[in-house]
T-cell receptor
Framework: GAVVSQHPSRVICKSGTSVKIECRSL??????MFWYRQFPKKSLMLMAT?????????EQGVEKDKFLINHASLTLSTLTVTSAHPEDSSFYIC????????????FGSGTQLSVL | AQTVTQSQPEMSVQEAETVTLSCTYD???????LFWYKQPPSRQMILVIR??????QNATENRFSVNFQKAAKSFSLKISDSQLGDTAMYFC????????????FGAGTTVTVRA
């Protein structure tokens, strides 16, 4: 099956610094990628949808200046958490939509962000 | 906006027995997809089964099967012959077809398989 690689798997940073998370589709082209946030034992909350070559679409309540999303190529999307604070600590998951297998989403393995 | 409801926060089942997870959704659309995803302790999201709304036949994938009732907007998952490796959080998800495609997830049901 299709593989989505997400890095890093875990990151610890100081308050006020920025953190970048990468999401790559390894064996398919992903015209659309999605970024989710998940709190412990809770559901996935969609943060934003990114389409290759265009600006991301953010869900209501998500600060676009804090969570910068770039989808520069058909295989790579990045999420940058800017000026991170302890309340940004969470598990972040990306998923990619295979343009040839429209309804299927493939998920990365997630990134646990801890802000001290 | 579409909403997905999973009313069972936790379920426990004896190994080799059957468990059924419920899911209801709300939409005014007629073309959509429904999914069940599994998230084990590793936290990797794994697709268990999917159903196209236009298909009346219920999807089946080995020990996993669904009961799709379109009029009732219900989409339950049955796990037969439960195995210890089935222990995970299970999410029901809804997705529209077309360019506005994105998944809405239910709150999840934690399934524990007992030896």
């Amino acid at each position: 099956g299709a593989v989505v690689s997400q890095h890093p798997s875990r990151v610890i940073c100081k308050s006020g610094t920025s953190v970048k998370i990468e999401c790559r589709s390894l064996d398919f082209q992903a015209t659309t990628m999605f970024w989710y946030r998940q709190f412990p034992k809770k559901s996935l909350m969609l943060m934003a949808t990114s389409n290759e070559g265009s600006k991301a679409t953010y869900e209501q309540g998500v600060e676009k200046d804090k969570f910068l999303i770039n989808h520069a190529s058909l295989t790579l999307s990045t999420l940058t958490v800017t000026s991170a604070h302890p309340e940004d600590s969470s598990f972040y998951i990306c998923s990619a939509r295979d343009s040839l297998m429209n309804e299927k989403l493939f998920f990365g393995s997630g990134t646990q962000l801890s802000v001290l | 906006a579409q909403t997905v409801t999973q009313s069972q926060p936790e379920m426990s089942v004896q190994e080799a027995e059957t468990v059924t997870l419920s899911c209801t959704y709300d939409t005014s659309e007629s073309n959509y997809y429904l999914f069940w995803y599994k998230q084990p302790p590793s936290r990797q999201m794994i697709l268990v089964i999917r159903q196209e709304a236009y298909k009346q036949q219920n999807a089946t994938e080995n020990r996993f099967s669904v009961n799709f009732q379109k009029a009732a907007k219900s989409f339950s998952l049955k796990i037969s012959d439960s195995q210890l490796g089935d222990t995970a959080m299970y999410f029901c998800a809804f997705g529209l077809t077309g360019t506005d495609y994105k998944l809405s997830f239910g709150a999840g049901t934690t399934v524990t398989v007992r030896a």
